[in-house]
């Protein structure tokens, strides 16, 4: 419980102002690039490769935290976020596109090491308190949702009148605050006791739950994701000013990391597929919500509905992927397991601007309700391999 009171709010903290710097570029990114591009249609592809640095980072992070320690990783990382926000203000001051994606990579690489906030700290505490502090770290975002799209919002024309160049100098102060909480952080040692013994990968990704585990990880982050990025350009097409696209985001952000405070609990109370698949269903919800309307009610409600079943999905399947690996084997388990998330969320990201911008605001709400039903399909299976191993083993 040391371990848990120290590390836990120092981590959520941290997360919260990596997700504050996340959640404004969400909020701007497209807007940017549309000003910016030349093609309309590539307005998404600076969020698109934002995403991809942080699935090519995931790999590399978790071998350098293996080979140094979490604390000296994330430390590391954060010039890769201080270079980004210097970048892409520049470069929006300077009119370059291909600068802007150049900086959101940077952004990229800082985040693909900070989603390792929430494996630090389930590996910190034992069994028993790993869904709560994963939920708490993640939590975190509650104050990303206030500061990040309130932030763009307010500091939109704040330097020399150029449309949100104010904004992105304005995340130093979100990372130097980072950088400080992740120096106080005393982690537990990463080195692998000489006894533990660990399986090939391709053994532990034969395990029914670690499959259902990343596909929930994975359609659950690329559904929000591709949803989500197409909401800025969908609400600019049906009319809307960029004040209600900051509430809309700011409110689904709170959506997304809000629930975290008992996201954990419920968990612990019940379980993770339980959890997992009252996500799936609010996810086609948030479907069934856009695709009847384009108000700013409709736009508001399926995104604070989007928000809470990524939450569900997310919380609950890094949770079920806790189980299905020893200590000696997480830094490369937690590396697949992200690498594969966020390709999923780098296409979702670069597919969604094109979709929108061609086919329209229907089209990327239907596309994504196969999606939904494998997750459903998925958790259903699961859910019964369980049960069928229980009634298996002998009173």
């Known amino acids: 419980m040391s371990s848990f009171t120290r590390n836990v709010p120092l981590l959520a903290f941290a997360q919260a102002m990596a997700m504050s710097g996340a959640s404004l570029l969400i909020a701007s990114a497209a807007l940017v690039g549309f000003q910016l591009a030349e093609d309309k249609s590539l307005s998404t592809m600076p969020l698109a490769i934002h995403f991809i640095a942080v699935m090519l980072t995931s790999i590399p992070a978790a071998m350098l935290m293996n080979r140094i320690g979490r604390k000296a990783a994330f430390l590391f990382a954060s010039?890769?976020?201080?270079?980004?926000?210097?970048?892409?203000?520049?470069?929006?001051?300077?009119?370059?596109?291909?600068?802007?994606?150049?900086?959101?990579?940077?952004?990229?690489?800082?985040?693909?090491?900070?989603?390792?906030?929430?494996?630090?700290?389930?590996?910190?505490?034992?069994?028993?308190?790993?869904?709560?502090?994963?939920?708490?770290?993640?939590?975190?975002?509650?104050?990303?949702?206030?500061?990040?799209?309130?932030?763009?919002?307010y500091t939109r024309e704040s330097f020399f009148d150029v449309a949100f160049a104010g904004s992105y100098i304005s995340l130093l102060g979100l990372y130097f605050l980072a950088i400080l909480a992740m120096g106080l952080l005393k982690l537990p040692s990463h080195k692998n006791n000489i006894e533990d013994i660990s399986r090939p990968l391709s053994e532990i990704i034969r395990q029914p739950a670690w499959v259902v585990a990343v596909i929930c990880g994975m359609l659950g982050y690329g559904i929000m994701s591709f949803v989500m990025t197409a909401t800025p350009l969908a609400m600019k097409h049906h009319a809307h000013g960029f004040p209600d696209t900051s509430f809309v985001i700011q409110w689904h952000v709170l959506a997304m990391f809000a629930p975290s405070f008992v996201t954990g609990s419920i968990i612990q109370k019940t379980s993770e597929l339980k959890v997992m698949f009252i996500g799936g269903l609010l996810g086609i919800a948030c479907v069934l919500i856009n695709l009847n309307g384009t108000s700013l009610t409709h736009f508001w409600i399926a995104l604070v509905l989007l928000g809470i079943s990524w939450n569900f999905l997310f919380v609950g399947a890094t949770t079920l992927l806790t189980h299905t690996y020893a200590p000696a084997e997480r830094f490369k388990v937690q590396a697949v397991n992200d690498f594969i998330i966020f390709s999923t969320v780098a296409l979702a990201s670069l597919s969604a601007g094109y979709l929108q911008y061609h086919f329209g605001w229907r089209a990327v709400n239907v596309g994504v309700l196969p999606l939904l039903a494998i997750v459903l399909v998925s958790i259903v299976f699961l859910t019964y391999q369980q049960a069928k191993k229980r009634n298996a083993c002998p009173a």
């Open 79 to 153: 010039v890769f976020a201080v270079s980004g926000a210097c970048l892409s203000c520049y470069s929006i001051l300077q009119h370059s596109f291909s600068g802007f994606a150049a900086g959101a990579g940077l952004l990229g690489v800082f985040n693909g090491f900070a989603n390792y906030f929430r494996f630090a700290a389930a590996d910190a505490v034992d069994d028993k308190h790993k869904s709560r502090a994963i939920s708490f770290v993640l939590a975190g975002g509650v104050i990303a949702a206030v500061i990040g799209p309130n932030l763009a919002n």
